[in-house]
């Protein structure tokens, strides 16, 4: 690689994307040329930085300096002053929002990450996500040489060992799934990254994807050796094009470095990758309705048992990971199994990737170990809420989640206490309507239903309906009781996740927001006037 003396890395996650980055990363790159400089100093385009709600964002290395809410005019600025001269353009700079001023700060010691302990998001925002280069200068593939050194068995025992479990919600434990897959019978076993993220609060593995795509291909590879796999396939959502495009990329550098193919570093071992476009459908993030898609049906969920590791993908087993699941994977192998369960709570090991959103004053992908509180995400690294006000309540996972109100603050993230599913934070501050948010977890449900199971496609449906009544001022009390109803049938008749969780937010929230719900059903009345606005009317409180 050539030596540069500075790099501007110029994060272009969507958020700062359409806040504009692409002309400041423009203009930044036309001022260098003009002032001689396109030999020493490198623009990089970089994952998200964690910090979009200040985008567009840059830094400029080796200083590790963060500039914020750039435009392009301020291109010739930089480069004259701190290019140039040396010299930090200080009313560019990055600052908390929460603060007044804040001097030049290097990135990792940005608030936003200075409690944070990255493993999974360790090179986003560092390298070059289309460079293979620097991704093996960060010690890139060691783990996949490492794992050749190993059997297949020693791999899986060294994950089994770590106790990692999928970071898609259902945490179920990653070594188990593997050696299910490696000691069924059946031909050809494959690898499935499934990256269909399509909850509502939930970016994490875009993040992941956009940021360092050769983490994936890494672990894929290395879970293909643990489980006899010669073939893997990363299921991504449609929508994620720039995602689809870093991995292609990924995926033909790697097989140009003799990293994907035939004999893979002269192991005898062979795997190769190919990038699948997802459907369009939130019900195709549910493995068995993957697999149905990937085969070239409509995705629906299938009835299990038969599970994927024994009977997946064309009737033979077949692991299906999560993005983040696999970014954990490479570390694992290159540090061992005791350094990852030193990280996090007894029964919870290493960090979560979660991404508050709402109301919070800083929303973005924040990097964990379990055991950190909500209040501390929520205050300490999210800043609180936009308004200044107190948070009325959170969605743990989405809008398949659980509500909890503030009094849930000082509990830990950990399967043992507060179990942060896929690691979505909703957040809303006291200014807002419980009941209208449930009411738009319902729309989304009823829209992303498959309609293959009649409880799901019927119940969404109905609870929609009560919901509709409830925000427009016509509800009464005794639907509770079939709303609650309605959702335990659900949870119980429904073939997938998606209507088995579809009333989970709404009974935890009337257990904690009974008097708003009342104020709705018995009184007519919306305590933050927000169900009203939804009709064009303004109902007085009382």
């Known amino acids: ?69 750039l435009t392009p005019q301020d291109a010739s600025e930089i480069v004259r002053e701190h290019l140039l001269k040396g010299k930090i353009v200080e009313r ?31 090179n986003v925002g560092l390298i070059d996500p289309t460079s293979i280069e620097e991704y093996v200068a960060s010690n890139g593939y060691e783990a996949l040489g490492k794992a050749f050194s190993m059997s297949p068995e020693q791999v899986i025992d060294e994950i089994k060992r770590s106790n990692l479990r999928g970071r898609g919600g259902a945490a179920f434990p990653t070594g188990i799934k593997w050696e299910a897959a490696r000691n069924a019978s059946g031909e050809p076993k494959t690898v499935i990254c499934n990256a269909d993220e399509g909850e509502p609060g939930n970016f994490k593995d875009r993040i992941i994807m956009e940021g360092d795509p050769h983490s994936v291909v ?37 097989k140009s470095k003799g990293l994907l193919g035939e004999d893979i570093l002269g192991s005898g071992f062979g795997f190769d990758i190919e990038v699948f476009r997802g459907a369009g459908a939130y019900v195709c993030g549910e493995e068995t309705a993957l697999i149905e898609s990937l085969e ?40 061992g199994s005791d350094w990852y369960n030193s990280i996090g709570t007894e029964r919870s090991k290493g960090t979560k990737v979660l991404t508050p959103c709402g109301d919070v004053l800083q929303p973005g992908a924040i990097e964990v170990p379990f055991g950190i509180t909500m209040r501390e995400v929520l205050y300490e690294i999210a800043g609180g809420t936009k308004s200044g006000k107190e948070i009325k309540a959170v969605l743990v996972g989405g809008p398949s989640g659980v509500c909890v109100g503030r009094e849930s603050l000082d509990r830990r993230f950990a399967y043992e206490d507060l179990s942060p599913g896929a690691g979505a934070l909703i957040v809303i501050d006291e200014d807002k309507c419980i009941v209208d948010l449930i009411h738009n977890c319902l729309e989304f ?98």
């Open 92 to 122: 560019l700079l990055y600052r908390a929002p929460q603060a007044a001023r804040m001097p030049s700060v290097a990135l990792p010691e940005s608030p936003v990450l200075a409690r944070q302990q990255r493993i999974v998001l360790r």
């Open 296 to 335: 070239g049906r409509r995705g629906e969920s299938m009835v299990k048992p038969p599970y994927p590791p024994t009977h997946g993908l064309w009737g033979a087993p077949t692991v299906i990971n999560n993005v983040e699941t696999l970014a954990n994977v490479p570390q694992i192998i290159l540090n």
């Open 1 to 69: 690689m050539r030596f540069y003396r500075s790099h501007i890395l110029v994060c272009n996650a969507t958020p700062c994307v359409l806040k504009g980055s692409r002309a400041v990363q423009a203009a930044l790159t036309e001022e260098i040329e003009r002032n001689g400089l396109e030999q020493e100093i490198k623009v990089v385009e970089t994952g998200c930085l964690g910090l979009s709600e200040c985008g567009p964002i840059i830094v400029v290395y080796p200083e590790g300096t963060i500039y914020a809410n």
């Open 218 to 254: 890494e672990a894929m590879v290395i879970a293909g050796y643990a489980v006899g796999a010669h073939k893997g396939y990363i299921y991504v959502r449609g929508e994620y094009k720039q995602a689809i495009n870093k991995l292609n990329k990924a995926v033909t550098d790697a």
């Open 445 to 542: 449900f009823v829209h992303e239903s498959c309609g293959q199971c009649v409880p799901c496609r019927e119940g969404t449906k109905r609870m929609l309906d009560i919901a509709d009544r409830w925000v427009s001022g016509e509800g009464k009390p005794e639907e509770v009781r079939l709303m609650q109803e309605l959702a335990k049938n659900l949870a119980v008749s429904s073939r997938c996740g998606l209507g088995q969780f579809a009333g989970t937010a709404f009974v935890t929230s009337y257990n904690l927001f009974e008097d708003e719900y009342h104020a709705h059903l018995a009184e007519h009345e919306c305590p933050t006037n927000i169900c009203a606005m939804r009709n064009g009317r303004r109902m007085s409180n009382g």
